[in-house]
């Protein structure tokens, strides 16, 4: 039997949907269709957007017809590859875990009952899958995080939190992009800079891909944001 | 050289088709809001149609021309001058150096497309020149039009050829009543019946929450099965949510990516400059067609742009 449906989404897209909760195996398959787009593209297919459950595909109706584009996703999603673990696409982003970074790993290591090495290792300790990007550009909806560290969001939200930041969310933990309003604990903070738009690939990133956070110094941190804007100024 | 702002206007940003290809990293498209005006505004000055153009909302903007360069306003009415002259809107017309071209406040339609032949000198970011004012890229600094700004020209032309035929009567933005076709789905089995009925047939208001980014309706209430938050999935220019008050909102060129209320229906693409030329207190009402019907009334859309091309240029 097949597990997903197409849907509906007007005359320029429709909505290929593989699940209706928040599912590691659901948005496998989602990302595995996504992949498969890129590597098999379809003529008049302008672009595709995964999230947690569904992939939106977008066309222009003027260069394939709908009976077409679904003949064509329905065999695709026939043939869904299944990702191997030794293909995992690992993005290693350096975190700084210091104080001045780290504002909030007080709350974390109160709540949590661990130390603050502890936080550190357990946070670095795994690879966590990017189920989708959204809410702003290049934020990603992470996988995976060690329960041992989930804490409650700040009881009243900053009015601005630093691009770079890392942070944990109930159950969640990510990173915020650009600078924004956020109600997360903040534990960290990386020197790249993770959305430039002047950049070919405008976010490091993408659905599907794996994050893994390696620890880095204060000095390695200014050392790369030092190199990072010399590089900018040339 | 270009154009200088004197007066901003409401809210004028530089806008061209749209930044696609980043949906999926969460960057919303943008663009215009009204895709047909703006064609046929690079059209009568035989402009490539993606030129980028300043869009202006409710209240338009007043400019000084640095340099002669024809320019064409469509959309809505905003009482143009040049020089204190009244000027008609689909024509190509010259701005010489030193003209002050002026809109004011809308009498018709919602939105003016300003154009210029030869185009604006702005720099693409990730592949377009319209503004994105949340992520502050794109456009004029990634922002709205401010008093003061210099906007040079690309290629300003002081000459076109069959200028007798760059103008257009269309005067499309005066009803204040449009029916909108909308495809049903995706989530419209989490509405029931009369839920469904209900949105396909009563009248909608457009309220003062109009932007950019959507547009939302007042009127009856549609009527869920059990509730109509999802797990968030993707958005396109035109859908229609519904949130818990049970009002449609309809996600306009700055919509975000993904969202999380279940979508009842889609609103055709060539219906959609309908929608993006209406005012608050303006109302609307909603007619399912099939995605068959949608694409064939694309199609004919499409044509007539054909021939509205060969006709001027």
Redesign the interface.
């Known amino acids: 039997m097949e597990d997903y449906r197409i849907l509906n989404a007007g005359d320029g897209a429709v909505c290929v949907e593989f699940g209706q909760q928040i599912d590691d195996a659901v948005n496998a398959r989602v990302n595995g269709l996504y992949q498969k787009l890129f590597s098999h593209p379809i003529a008049g297919v302008t672009e595709s957007i995964p999230t947690f459950r569904s992939l939106l595909v977008c066309y222009d109706p003027l260069r394939i017809r709908y009976g077409k584009l679904i003949r064509l996703l329905e065999k695709y999603a026939a043939d869904i590859p299944d990702v191997v673990e030794g293909e995992r696409h690992v993005v290693e982003i350096p975190v700084c875990y210091e104080a001045e970074y780290a504002p909030d790993m007080g709350h974390v290591t109160a709540h949590t009952g661990l130390s603050a090495e502890e936080v550190i290792a357990l946070h670095c300790g795994r690879d966590y899958r990017i189920h989708m990007l959204g809410f702003l550009p290049g934020f990603p909806y992470l996988g995976g995080m060690d329960e041992r560290l989930a804490t409650p969001r700040l009881k009243s939200p900053r009015t601005r939190i630093e691009a770079g930041s890392v942070g944990i969310g109930g159950s969640q933990t990510g990173i915020y992009p650009l600078s924004s309003p956020g109600g997360w604990q903040l534990i960290g903070r990386t020197p790249l800079k993770l959305y430039d738009p002047q950049r070919d690939k405008p976010v490091l990133y993408k659905a599907g891909d794996y994050i893994r956070f390696v620890q880095i110094s204060k000095e390695q941190f200014l050392q790369m944001e030092k190199d990072m804007q010399r590089k900018e100024g040339v | 050289m270009g154009i200088r702002v004197l007066q901003p206007g409401a809210l004028t940003t530089v806008q061209d088709a749209g930044r696609?290809?980043?949906?999926?990293?969460?960057?919303p498209v943008s663009g215009v809001m009204d895709r047909r005006s703006f064609r046929i505004a690079n059209m009568l000055l035989g402009n490539d149609e993606t030129e980028a153009v300043l869009e202006a909302a409710m209240l338009g903007p007043s400019l000084c021309f640095q340099e002669d360069c024809f320019f064409c306003i469509t959309g809505a009415d905003m009482q143009p001058k040049l020089d204190g002259v009244d000027i008609p809107l689909y024509t190509a017309l010259l701005g010489k150096a030193g003209a002050v071209l002026e809109l004011g406040l809308v009498r018709e339609g919602a939105r003016a497309y300003i154009a210029f032949a030869g185009g604006l000198d702005i720099p693409p970011?990730?592949g377009s020149c319209s503004t994105n004012l949340k992520?502050g890229?794109g456009g004029w600094q990634g922002r709205a039009l401010r008093a003061g700004d210099e906007i040079p020209f690309r290629k300003p032309k002081k000459c076109l050829k069959n200028l007798y035929k760059r103008y257009e009567k269309i005067r499309e933005c005066g009803e204040r009543h449009v029916t909108l076709r909308?495809?049903?789905?995706?989530?419209e089995n989490l509405f029931t019946e009369a839920g469904i009925h209900t949105f396909f047939s009563e009248e909608y208001t457009v309220t003062q929450e109009y932007d950019r980014m959507g547009c939302r309706l007042d009127g009856a209430q549609i009527e869920s099965r059990g509730g109509v938050d999802?797990?968030?999935?993707?958005?396109?220019f035109?859908?229609v949510q519904i949130p818990a008050s049970g009002r449609p909102i309809v996600m306009m060129a700055d919509h975000?990516?993904?969202g999380g209320y279940a979508?009842i229906a889609?609103?055709?693409?060539?219906d959609l400059p309908k929608l993006a030329q209406r005012m608050p207190g303006d109302t609307v009402s909603f007619e399912a067609v099939s995605?068959?019907e949608?694409?064939r009334?694309?199609?004919k859309e499409?044509a007539w742009m054909r021939r509205f091309r060969r006709a001027t240029n």
């Not at chain 2, 889609?266 to 060539?270: A, D, M, Q």
């Open positions: 696609y290809g980043y949906q999926s990293m969460g960057f970011v990730m992520c890229i909308a495809v049903p789905g995706p989530q999802i797990v968030s999935d993707g958005i396109v035109g859908s975000q990516t993904t979508k889609t609103v055709i693409s060539t995605i068959e949608a694409q009334i694309a199609r499409e």
